[in-house]
């Protein structure tokens, strides 16, 4: 099975239409682990200065970190997925 094509990078990972630009891919992966990385940071200024509009704003801020860890983890795949597998 040394010259088979199954589990090709390029026949598996196709993806058609507009996302399958590497670059655009690249940049979306980016800009997600950006939001990720500024979003924390974010809502513990607003915890910290009870902009959130309640005494204890700590289950926003909570929310804000679960949504930015999760956009920070797709962002980082996204961006892997772009760049193909290596030694190839």
Do not use: H, W
């Amino acid at each position: 099975m040394c010259g088979s094509k199954i589990g090709r990078y390029d026949e598996v990972t196709s993806v058609p239409g507009f996302f399958n630009k590497p670059v655009i891919m690249k940049f979306l992966g980016k800009s997600l682990q950006l939001v990720g990385l500024i979003l924390l940071p974010v809502a513990m200024t607003l915890e910290l200065t009870g902009a959130l509009g309640r005494d204890s704003g700590l289950a926003d801020m909570l929310l804000m970190l679960v949504f930015g860890a999760a956009a920070f983890t797709l962002g980082r795949y996204i961006e892997g997925y772009a760049a193909g597998p290596k030694g190839e």
